[in-house]
């Protein structure tokens, strides 16, 4: 993929939403360097800056390594925290005051899958998996996987609707209804 189609790869997905597609061409830039060193040395002034505007003014802790596939939403970035060994899949939202990491002690941190919906304030912690086509409540704290297409919510969360056909618009249909 040439450097153009990497740092725009999430702009369809913010469409509607500038500061998400500000967010996401940042990231994608800086993102692009961590797996070249030489790339990441000359722009290493470029990352810098990723720091200062994107965590320290904007609020959004999403280092440049992480791994996340195409079609990244960001709604209402602030406080969102993402740890740096973090997996996450295609097409997914991430919302404001979410924190997504390790719990603290040896082990690793949250994989997500792809199609994932993540409300407003959850905590996702420990080395677990989110399947793909997941839909979290707002509010909810995960500390255990949650299978396939399932919606999630509470604290702890706990699944409250397994959904047999798991495309995403349908799942994020079957959370609004």
């Given at each position: 993929m040439n450097f153009i189609a990497f740092i725009t790869q999430d702009w369809s997905a913010n469409s509607q939403n500038t500061k998400g597609k500000l967010i996401a061409v940042l990231f994608r830039i800086a993102n692009w360097s961590s797996g070249r060193k030489i790339i990441r040395f000359i722009l290493f002034?470029?990352?810098v800056f990723y720091r200062i505007v994107v965590e320290w003014?904007?609020?959004i802790e999403l280092p440049y390594n992480l791994t996340?596939?195409?079609g990244l939403k960001v709604y209402h970035g602030q406080a969102l925290v993402v740890h740096k060994h973090t997996v996450i899949g295609r097409n997914c939202l991430l919302r404001q005051?979410?924190?997504i990491g390790n719990n603290g002690k040896a082990g690793g941190s949250p994989s997500i899958g792809d199609n994932v919906n993540i409300g407003a304030n959850?905590?996702?912690i420990g080395p677990i998996t989110i399947g793909n086509n997941v839909v979290i409540g707002a509010g909810s704290v995960v500390t255990k996987s949650i299978p396939p297409g399932s919606i999630a919510v509470g604290?702890?969360?706990r699944v409250i609707r397994q959904v047999k056909n798991t495309t995403h618009t349908y799942t994020t249909e079957l959370l609004i209804a």
């Open positions: 002034p470029y990352l003014v904007l609020g996340i596939g195409e005051s979410t924190t959850v905590c996702i604290n702890p969360a």
